[in-house]
T-cell receptor, first 114, second 112 residues
Framework: KAGVTQTPRYLIKTRGQQVTLSCSPISGHRSVSWYQQTPGQGLQFLFEYFSETQRNKGNFPGRFSGRQFSNSRSEMNVSTLELGDSALYLC?????????????FGNGTRLTVT | GNSVTQMEGPVTLSEEAFLTINCTYTATGYPSLFWYVQYPGEGLQLLLK?????DKGSNKGFEATYRKETTSFHLEKGSVQVSDSAVYFCALSISGYSTLTFGKGTMLLVSP
């Protein structure tokens, strides 16, 4: 069974640009979550989606947005990039929302903003 | 709010040494507790979990017991290997939600 797939693996963007990251969950998983990982702040929750609906959102500015498609694939978008957005962005999938369904993480997209 | 506090690393051990990584939490609900591991260049892998007080999670020789009275979930392993070198994250989630609150992570370095 294929794991969580995130594309691209690496991205380099310039301040002010926007970026879209993609996540394909494990087959049969319908819940997708996104996390930002930085050396200073550690792992911080961005969003959670289930059945194309955002269930929960972390404390991030409106420049960060996401969506989920009918096949459970998800994208997140960051507009007007800032240097501080440089991070590893991790996607995780689970069968359904709730702590009884463990999260399976992808290997992440490394975003560098110059 | 919810928070997780882990001991700072790096933790440096020789192969076959005993490992303890401390983790304490505060939570506004009744949390489930997790340990995740991250190897270089990879995402996080679930190592073990416990969903109620006094539960013991275990996997690959690692163990952690959910202690509600001390709000702790310390990770232990009796004999570490070089291949255990990684960053370990303690995390919690509140019942009904997948959202994880993570600690800052503890790097473990095991030398031969």
């Amino acid at each position: 069974k294929a794991g969580v797939t995130q594309t691209p693996r690496y991205l380099i963007k310039t301040r002010g640009q926007q970026v879209t990251l993609s996540c394909s969950p494990i087959s049969g998983h319908r819940s997708v979550s996104w996390y930002q990982q930085t050396p200073g702040q550690g792992l911080q929750f961005l969003f959670e989606y289930f059945s194309e609906t955002q269930r929960n959102k972390g404390n991030f500015p409106g420049r960060f947005s996401g969506r989920q498609f009918s096949n459970s694939r998800s994208e997140m978008n960051v507009s007007t990039l800032e240097l501080g957005d440089s991070a590893l962005y991790l996607c995780a999938s689970s069968l359904a929302p709730g702590s009884d369904s463990p999260l399976h993480f992808g290997n992440g997209t490394r975003l560098t903003v110059t | 709010g919810n928070s997780v506090t882990q001991m700072e690393g790096p933790v440096t051990l020789s192969e076959e040494a005993f490992l303890t990584i401390n983790c304490t939490y505060t939570a506004t609900g009744y949390p489930s507790l997790f340990w995740y591991v991250q190897y270089p260049g990879e995402g996080l892998q679930l190592l073990l979990k416990a969903t109620k007080a006094d539960d013991k999670g275990s996997n690959k020789g690692f163990e952690a017991t959910y202690r509600k009275e001390t709000t702790s979930f310390h990770l232990e392993k009796g004999s570490v290997q070089v291949s255990d070198s990684a960053v370990y994250f303690c995390a919690l989630s509140i019942s009904g939600y997948s959202t994880l609150t993570f600690g800052k992570g503890t790097m473990l370095l095991v030398s031969p």
